[in-house]
């Protein structure tokens, strides 16, 4: 009898191993649930989403189906998947801002960016691109320093809302050259592209894609990419980094994140699919039609990128005096 009860003790105690090790093993045996925390269509981060998920549905062998799931500046989303079980059926379009920039801008999500996700990886970035209108006559940082500095609070720079990248960027280049260039948000990066052809702004920085044609055809002129190494997408233009601002980096990147806790056997899975992705011709045309690069990292330090990120942003914010919503 003591011997029967000892062995369904041992059964009993090793129930919970055995269906885990079963879960993680035919993982994945059901759809996956891919949330994207803004609306269709929206931004590039919505079409590598969906991107990601046409292509994970192809190597593991099940529909992963995308739910956008707008609001809050992608925080609504997000916190969709920080409360999801962990079992790997639900995951996140991971993007910079909810992750690394919420945190310090809003004063209330609902999550914690780094307990609450498993980050999974960070597979594409958006290099940001810093521009002056025409009529402003700097052509490269040292210029524009320079200008910013005999015109104290003359020079404006736009962004499309507070909080967002291209206000940070303008404001982390006002901390690391000791400068006071005025913020002017827009509702959206539409309105304020046409404010600084017009020359109503002088400064604006946002992703690449919004910009490139317009920098081509010499409608508004170059600063200095925000990226620690020069841009595939246009190569010819030097970073603000090796201009003299030394790591000056501001980009949009999009990952995948799994919620906290799920076993480390799917989030490595999951990994190991997608860095088999990303080495095909079909994912690096895709990203590049995208204005986007391929920059695959995988969970540790993707975890660790989002740490720094939260840290260096929370630092620019108290810096700007940006007061958190």
Excluded at 221 to 229: E, F, H, N, Q, S
Excluded at 279 to 307: H, N, R, S
Aim: glycine share 8%.
């Amino acid at each position: 009898m003591k011997q029967l009860l000892a062995t369904l003790t041992g059964l009993a105690l090793a129930a919970p191993w055995i269906a885990a090790h079963a879960q993680t093993t035919d993982y994945p045996s059901r759809p996956i649930r891919l949330i994207v925390p803004f609306s269709p269509g929206s931004s590039t981060n919505d079409i590598l989403g969906r991107g990601m998920a046409q292509r994970l549905t192809a190597a593991l062998g099940q529909q992963v189906v995308v739910d956008n799931r707008p609001g809050a500046g992608g925080t609504s989303g997000s916190e969709i998947v920080a409360k999801a079980p962990p079992d790997g059926y639900t995951l996140l379009v991971a993007i910079a801002g909810p992750l690394t920039v919420a945190p310090s801008v809003y004063k209330q999500i609902g999550y914690d960016a780094t307990r609450d996700f498993a980050p999974v990886a960070r597979v594409a970035v958006v290099p940001y691109l810093m521009v002056v209108s025409n009529s402003v006559p700097a052509a490269n940082v040292k210029e524009l320093i320079a200008l910013a500095k005999s015109k104290p609070k003359g020079i404006n720079f736009a962004s499309s809302g507070v909080g967002g990248s291209p206000h940070l960027c303008g404001e982390l280049f006002n901390t690391m050259t000791g400068l006071d260039m005025v913020h002017v948000p827009y509702k959206g990066a539409g309105v304020a592209t046409t404010d600084v052809l017009s020359g109503q702004i002088q400064m604006f920085c946002t992703g690449v894609t919004a910009l490139n044609a317009l920098v081509k055809a010499g409608r508004m002129r170059p600063i200095g990419m925000a990226t620690l190494k020069r841009s595939a997408l246009m190569p010819e233009i030097p970073t603000i980094s090796e201009q003299g601002l030394k790591d000056f980096e501001v980009t949009s990147w999009t990952g995948i994140a799994a919620p906290a806790k799920t076993p480390r056997a799917i989030v490595q899975k999951l990994y190991d699919a997608l860095a088999k992705i990303a080495q095909t011709d079909d994912m690096k045309t895709f990203v590049q039609q995208q204005g986007a690069e391929l920059a695959l990292l995988g969970p540790d330090a993707f975890a660790a990128d989002i740490k720094s990120d939260i840290a260096k942003w929370a630092r620019v914010v108290k810096a700007a005096k940006i007061q958190p919503e």
